[in-house]
């Protein structure tokens, strides 16, 4: 799936965080990372009503 750079740069954003900051390995942490950003543009779509 291609992300629009917006989403691309929270995805690396949080991943990181979720790697360095929280511990996490690195697998895991684009994992979840993946799984909130795809959650967040579900909700920003619902909002739209889209």
Do not use: H, T
Request: glycine content about 6%; some cysteine.
């Amino acid at each position: 799936m291609i992300l629009p750079p917006d989403k691309r740069e929270e995805y690396e954003e949080r991943a990181a965080i979720m790697e360095y900051c929280g511990g996490m390995p690195r697998r895991e942490a684009e994992n979840e990372a993946w799984r909130l950003v795809l959650e967040s543009m579900k909700e920003q779509l619902e909002i739209f009503g889209r």
